[in-house]
């Protein structure tokens, strides 16, 4: 058997992505401009890999299934059943929607309603694609925006107490009831959810065209999810929570862990993303796509996030770990210089992801954007050809 095989994702081309950043990555030809939003490497069910083995190419779920000992390792299948985690890179070229992933019962119990009710895998109104929660560690691949939790008390009153159209919301809050003020609005029918939108979008659209604004400010996000135009009516709601939640600024190779319940979106920029091996979203706006208000509230944590950016904890001169509160996946960053070895000893299946130079592993090459699989229990030196950073994916 062998101990390491080249994988082959599998690309997702949602409309919010980016032209080149994955092409360029994966030195794939774009002529067509086509948008690459994500790079899925996992065995999920509804997007597997493919993996190159001696004797054929063949999905990574039906390999796992064929031998799960040798390729995860006898804790995994005893913990898991299955591999664990999902693999991406993602460019986020336009605002994703607000969105938060619900906790392993609360998924087991959705989805078993949803089963039972006879709505369709593919429905679009469907909120469970299956039965497992989906914490998540993203590691930013350049200068990264996003929304992460809930303002501080102190900062979310002075957002509401700054501009006359949220003077009806301060009410609501209360100095710090998150969950009275979201759900009010968030309940409001739209012409009245229009009053307040429609003069923020005004005053947003004017500040960035005086300047007035960065990135850093929620007048930026606005203004850039309408392309600097104001609807008639019918405005986002999710436009609300760019104004009450943190924006905050990852920079390359730092990254930032988000668990079950937090409401959170991606603004802007390239990343990879560990997450539990799951499609599981209930969406709170800033989408076409359909949204469950009631199901959203009734998972989302009504409470303050003060964010906690990682710059990783070094183990060695070569390995940095990023921490993750979870059991289902680890993420650590491995850099070795032109010629260097660098020794891993595998407990599970994990995926070497290169994002810069070439390596060699188990005899095989693997450039920038290719994966090495290496199956549990395994011994190996990774080689440097060149000055290399690679991403190691793996199950604690």
Known sequence: MQKAYKLHGINKHYDWGGTSFIPQLLNLDNSLQQPFAEYWMGAHASAPAWIDTNDGTFQLDHLINSDPISFLGTKTVNDFGTLPYLYKILDVARMLSIQVHPSKENAILGFDIEEKAGIAMDATHRNYKDRNHKPEVMVALSDFWLLHGFLAPALLKLRLTSYSYFQSLIDQFKGDDYHRLYQFFMRLDQPDADLILKPLMMDAIDSVKRGDVDKFHPHWWANKYYNGSVPEKGIDK????????NIVNVNKYQGIFQGSGLLHAYLEGQNIELMANSDNVLRGGLTPKHIDMEELINHVQFEPTYPNVLTGKSINLNETIYPCPV??????????????????????????????????????????????????????????????????????
């Open 238 to 245: 999710g436009i609300f929570s760019i104004y009450i939640l």
């Open 327 to 396: 059991s289902d996946f680890g993420l650590s960053k491995i850099v070795l210089n032109t010629g260097e070895g660098y020794t891993i000893n595998t407990n599970s299946l994990e995926m070497l992801l290169v994002i810069e130079g070439e390596i060699v592993v188990d005899g095989g090459i693997f450039k920038a954007g290719e994966v090495a699989m290496v199956c549990a229990l395994q011994v190996l030196v990774i080689h440097a050809k060149s000055a290399a950073v690679l991403f190691k994916s793996y199950v604690p």
